[in-house]
């Protein structure tokens, strides 16, 4: 686990909470000076503790009506399969990217606008050396989609 020191996981629980905020009004919630919590902030983006401070786009608002999860299953050969992660992280429909134990090799996760974009998506897939076979689940609706709860609870948890 990282360890932190309580100001710096107070200055993190603030940025989760809004990164738009002012380093001032951070600085006065966390109770320290405004070049403190920059010099902080610069640090964290600095040892790659902090990777980007991107906005939470809504995927439908830019007619990207369908998310989809797609399994895959691929030739054992690393050297395929190599080559095979290089073209995927090209492809801009999709968002995540894993390796994963158990059945399938790969989840793919793709925002697009329409299934005929998917079928595309899904084609070009298996295309590429190397993939035996893919499975593809459409999400019908977010029950919850919050990727920052867990770095949450891990820096509220000093507040117990």
Known sequence: ML??????????????RDA??????IAKNVGATRQTVAKKIDEFCKSGLISSFAPKLEAEKFGLGIQAYVFMREDPRSDLRRKNEEVIKGF???????????K????????????EELTNLVKRLHNLSGVRET??????????????DPFMKVLTAFEE
């Open 20 to 25: 738009r905020q002012p380093i001032l009004q």
């Open 135 to 148: 499975e593809t689940f459409i999400v019908h609706s977010t029950i919850k989609n919050k990727p920052e």
């Open 104 to 115: 399938y090799d790969s989840i793919i996760k793709v925002l697009v606008e329409d299934k």
């Open 3 to 16: 360890k932190t020191k309580d100001l710096d996981k107070k200055i993190l629980l603030q940025l989760l």
């Open 92 to 102: 801009p429909e999709v968002s995540e990217f894993h390796r994963i134990f158990g």
